[in-house]
């Protein structure tokens, strides 16, 4: 148990997070990754956490799953083929350790995969080099407070 002393009237409430991307291209970086263990015992997966980092999506987060390890060949292919693509997109020639590819930026192509059971959900569809300067997300700030008007109003500058 924790004490609140919240009042929901104060705050804004968050817009719903887990709404679908739309379908596009996005500049992103990988925040996040771990090694884990497949339900289905046939082996282990590379789980990455990708964050968009401009646009009207700035701040999403997007999850892509490679079967690294794992007793289907073609799932590990797959998987490799798309590690070689994010390795290439991020300019690293090869990775020791998964947290080398973090915080790199990348673009990312977004699909929708079609569920009537989930619902939709997103899929990374590819993954490319960024091209062009990257403008980082910055997390919401709050508005700035008023300012003191001036004594006295400044001469319009087209009035002389």
């Known amino acids: 148990m924790a004490t609140l ?11 719903n997070e887990f709404s679908v991307i739309p379908a596009g ?16 015992g046939n082996g282990e997966y590379l789980k990455l956490e990708f964050t968009i980092i ?3 999506a700035a701040n999403r987060k997007i999850w892509s799953i490679l079967n690294l390890w ?13 590690l070689a693509a994010i390795c290439t997109a991020v300019n690293l020639p090869g990775a020791g350790d998964s947290v080398e590819l973090h915080n790199k930026p990348l ?3 977004v699909g929708i995969r079609r569920s ?4 939709d959900q997103n899929d990374i569809k590819g993954y490319s080099a960024v091209s062009g300067p990257v ?3 910055t997390a919401p700030t709050a508005p700035a407070a008023p300012t003191a008007a001036p004594a006295t109003p400044a001469a319009a500058p087209w009035a002389s």
Do not use: L
């Open 107 to 109: 673009q990312i192509r």
């Open 25 to 40: 291209m996005y500049n992103a970086t990988i925040t996040g990754s771990d090694q884990v263990v497949a339900k289905s």
């Open 116 to 119: 009537e059971e989930w619902g």
């Open 135 to 137: 403008m980082a997300a």
């Open 5 to 15: 002393n919240f009042n929901a009237a104060t705050v804004a409430p968050s817009e």
């Open 54 to 56: 401009d646009g009207p």
């Open 70 to 82: 794992n007793t289907n060949v073609t799932a590990v292919d797959i998987a490799q083929r798309d």
